[in-house]
């Protein structure tokens, strides 16, 4: 088939396919095939390509008038495919991309139609955004179009509401109404608008007539109780509220706060003329449709009375708590609550709430004048005083408080001289305790001087006598020493008789050579070391030494020992004094548990030195 054929049957694709095979084998095609091409492309919405052929047409011949009806009419479509394609976005709630799209439109080829559409969903989208001006410019644009478009002129009396232009908006509704006299949106437009000029009878009059045009619909009823609510009928505003409500307005917040405020009012009404239960309940419901969070705290105050007055004394209190906790700074709710406990003998409570109302409002003579009251219930007479005194500052001829301040200061110059007689004859006890504490502590002082002196003559004794023990245990051990020496020295030169005595050994050898070299000038022995077993001794201390290899002990023999070897009870080095165990501690050791040096030490009396012993753990 030719592509004239396939474009006659609809089969576009198929058309373009044919003259693009064509194309191929001769690539110069005919305007007249151009053209179809670019028809084929616009049929299937491929604009812009359809608008490139139209162009390689014009370029080759500028007055193919063919083409130039071609090349406008895609201009046409593809604002109109730009408008579709923002419409879409506007209806998904895109309303930032449809603005953008809808700025895309070609208004210099687009129908007027076309731009009628734009302008007037444009102004619906400022509207969404809240950019009034804006959307009043599109309304205006639209109806230069259509100057009789019925939609078109609510939306802009919609928008001049909204920017507080109220004549204007009322002149725009009323031209809806005289075209569609049921349109119920603009008779709640205009209800609204006659109620924000204040001329709530004439919207009272607009809405009986919505109402009557869609009774199940809640907005003509919402508008309404406004209306009436502000004429001060507040029993009309309820039915009217209670109507928007059942007609489906709940999730209204405008109306909840109306319809709250009516209910208050109502609640005010009926607490003034003693109807508390009554009131009570619309305070309630009051509360439940505003916010929870931050309810009035005088909504609160006064549902407190209601309850108060209805019996309800604990349910009233913590309403009254509720209101301070939303405003701190409410004075009614503090003085009520402060005389509530002064009545119930609550007189701290009372004092607390009564000082938060005083500070609120100072001035207030009688709320300051039940706070000295509340000092004086509690016994607390200065603070009650001072407090009739500042009332009687505000007021001098407050006269319950100048009767209340005359008793209590009789009473407070009685118990001052009471108190004075108290306080001296206390003085007098005091000072007579203290001079019998006195006596004693100089009593005690001299007993304990005594005992001191005796002690320390005690002590003395004690020092002597143990110092005489020790000596005769020394020289006791000190004689069995000798006698075990003696007894050991015998049965060694007895044995030594017995039996031939070997060769010397090479020590033993050593150590006479060591004494053969000492030297000795005068009388007096000369202080040396010699040499025992490969060890150095000094030459008083051999004999110990020997004593030692006797005993069958090869010890190594040293001069200094540790603490631990010296302490009592022992055993103790072998060879040592054990009545002077403290002279073979090292120097510096010594000085460091006797605090003197070892010169030092043997200079002291004998008990002194047992003393001294006893301190370390040497004795």
């Known amino acids: ?215 199940d619909e809640y907005r003509a009823y919402a508008d309404r109780g406004f209306a009436n609510l502000k004429q001060h009928k507040i029993d009309e505003a309820l039915s009217d509220f209670d109507g928007a409500m059942k007609h489906g307005s709940k ?44 309810p009035a705290a005088g909504v609160l105050f006064n549902h407190s009375l209601a309850l108060l007055h209805s019996g309800k004394k604990d349910e009233s209190m913590l309403e009254m708590e509720h209101c301070v906790e939303v405003d701190p700074a409410f004075f009614s709710a503090w003085a009520a609550m402060g005389l509530t ?22 001035e207030e003579v009688e709320v300051g004048y039940h706070l000295g009251v509340a000092f004086l219930k509690s016994n607390d007479l200065d603070a009650a005083v001072e407090q009739f005194k500042k009332v009687l500052q505000l007021d001098p001829n407050h006269v319950a408080s100048q009767k209340a301040l005359a008793l209590l200061e009789s009473s407070l110059a009685y118990r001052n001289k009471e108190k004075a007689q108290a306080e001296e004859a206390e003085r007098a006890r005091m000072a007579e305790v203290e001079a019998r504490a006195a006596a004693e502590v100089e009593a005690k002082a001299k007993k304990a001087a005594a005992e001191a002196k005796i002690a320390a003559e005690i002590a003395a004794k004690e020092a002597d006598e143990a110092a005489a023990a020790e000596a005769a245990k020394i020289a006791k051990e000190a004689e ?81 020992f540790s603490l631990e070897e010296l302490k009592y009870p022992g055993p103790y080095p072998k060879g040592i004094r054990v009545d002077r165990r403290e002279q073979y501690l090292p120097d510096e050791l010594f000085r460091e548990m006797f605090k003197m040096s070892k010169d030092e030490f043997y200079e002291l009396r004998k008990w002194r030195q047992v003393a001294k012993k006893k301190e370390v753990g040497m004795w």
Do not use: W
């Open 1 to 215: 088939m030719n592509p004239a054929e396939l474009y006659n049957d609809g089969k576009y694709d198929d058309c373009i396919k044919r003259i693009e095979e064509m194309e191929v084998s001769d690539p110069g095609l005919t305007p007249q095939l151009l053209n179809l091409k670019g028809v084929c492309k616009m049929r299937t919405s491929k604009v812009d390509e359809a608008m490139e052929l139209f162009d390689r047409v014009l370029k080759v011949d500028p007055e193919n008038g063919e083409a130039v009806a071609n090349k406008e009419g895609s201009l046409i479509l593809k604002a109109s495919l730009m408008a579709d394609a923002a419409n879409k976005q506007f209806r998904a709630g895109d309303y930032a991309g449809a603005l953008k799209s809808y700025e895309l439109v070609d208004f210099s080829v687009a129908s007027p139609e076309l731009k009628f559409q734009v302008c007037n969903n444009k102004g619906a989208i400022y509207m969404q955004q809240r950019k009034v001006p804006d959307a009043l410019r599109q309304f205006d644009a639209a109806l230069e179009i259509q100057p009789l478009n019925v939609d078109t002129i609510h939306n802009k009396a919609t928008a001049l509401k909204g920017v507080g232009r109220m004549e204007e908006a009322l002149v725009a509704f009323d031209q809806c109404l005289a075209a569609q006299p049921e349109f119920y949106s603009a008779m709640c437009g205009k209800i609204e608008t006659l109620n924000a000029l204040s001329r709530f009878s004439e919207a009272v009059v607009v809405a009986d007539s919505a109402i009557k045009a869609k009774p």
């Open 251 to 294: 999730q209204s917040g405008e109306l909840m706060k109306v319809y709250a405020l009516a209910l208050i009012l109502k609640a005010d009404s009926l607490l003034n003329t003693g109807r508390y239960h009554e009131a009570s309940e619309m305070y309630e419901k009051a509360l439940s449709l505003g916010d929870a969070d931050k």
């Open 480 to 560: 069995e020493a000798r006698v075990e020496a003696a007894k050991i020295a015998a049965e060694k030169k007895a044995l030594e008789e017995a039996t031939p005595p070997p060769p010397p050994t090479e020590e033993e050898s050593n150590l006479q050579g060591a004494f053969e070299d000492l030297t000795v000038g005068g009388d007096q022995p000369v202080a040396v070391t010699k040499a025992y077993r490969g060890k150095t001794v000094d030459e008083e201390d051999i004999g110990a030494a020997l004593m030692d290899e006797v005993d069958g002990d090869a010890c190594l023999i040293q001069m200094d």
């Open 341 to 362: 406990h002064l009545q119930n003998g609550r007189f701290a409570k009372a004092i607390t709430c009564l000082e938060k109302a005083t500070q609120i409002k100072p």
